[in-house]
């Protein structure tokens, strides 16, 4: 089954506005990643969250991790047209690449 | 810097013919390599990964298998495709095992 799930599935909002997206895993975790994927592309990868830290930044992104409610939400302040993607939040309990597993996606659409 | 090529990027095959997908990195030596799988709407299902040439895993039972001829070669193949094979196939590396994962533009299979 999955481990990570995205919520909401889909999420549209205005240019500007900030967008929040949520993860929710089942069992203990090393590190959880949030990827991004352009309709049709690879996935890139934005940011790394390790289980021993709480909150991390990269640009307009701010990432929470709450191990204790096995939950973890992706923030992007100031949204652009250019941030249309789909989420995904990946995670391990082992720390290994393989182990990897991905959530659904969330679905987000910036409108200009 | 580190590069990721996958060719084709898109594909359309009878059912029954053969399937070859390659994949190459540059810029990096001895990486871990992956393919996965992406239904439309869903998340990745890691199909193979790789932590040196030869060294193949299999992570899900398949009408598929992989091989690594070299450092930095990675290609997915069928002796026969059956319809369920359609999807979208991303290539992947990474430093070790630890990830972060790096992803290739992916090719869309459809097999009819």
């Known amino acids: 089954s999955q481990q990570g799930e995205e919520d909401p599935q889909a999420l549209s909002i205005q240019e500007g506005e900030n967008a929040t997206m949520n993860c929710s895993y089942k069992?203990?975790?090393?590190?959880l990643q949030w990827y991004r994927q352009n309709s049709g592309r690879g996935l890139v990868h934005l940011i790394l969250?390790?289980?021993?830290?709480r909150e991390k930044h990269s640009g307009r992104l701010r990432v929470t991790l709450d191990t204790s409610k096995k939950s973890s939400s992706l923030l992007i302040t100031a949204s652009r047209a250019a941030d249309t993607a789909s989420y995904f939040c990946?995670?391990?309990?082992?720390?290994?690449?393989?182990?990897?597993?991905f959530g659904s996606g969330t679905q987000l659409t910036v409108l200009p | 810097s580190q590069t990721i090529h996958q060719w084709p990027a898109t594909l359309v095959q009878p059912v029954g013919s053969p399937l070859s997908l390659e994949c190459t990195v540059e810029?990096?030596?001895?990486?871990?390599l992956y393919w996965y799988r992406q239904a439309a709407g869903r998340g990745l299902q890691l199909l193979f990964y790789?932590?040196?040439?030869?060294?193949i895993s299999s992570e899900v039972p398949q009408n598929l298998s992989a091989s690594r001829p070299q450092d930095r070669q990675f290609i997915l193949s069928s002796k026969k495709l059956l319809l369920s094979d359609s999807g979208f196939y991303l290539c992947?590396?990474?430093?070790?095992?630890?990830?972060?994962?790096?992803f290739g533009n992916g090719t869309r299979l459809t097999v009819t």
């Open positions: 069992t203990s975790i090393n590190n």
């Open positions: 969250i390790r289980s021993n830290e």
């Open positions: 992947a590396w990474s430093v070790g095992s630890w990830g972060p994962l790096h």
């Open positions: 810029g990096t030596s001895n990486p871990n």
């Open positions: 990946a995670t391990d309990a082992s720390g290994s690449a393989r182990q990897l597993t």
């Open positions: 790789s932590v040196g040439i030869g060294q």
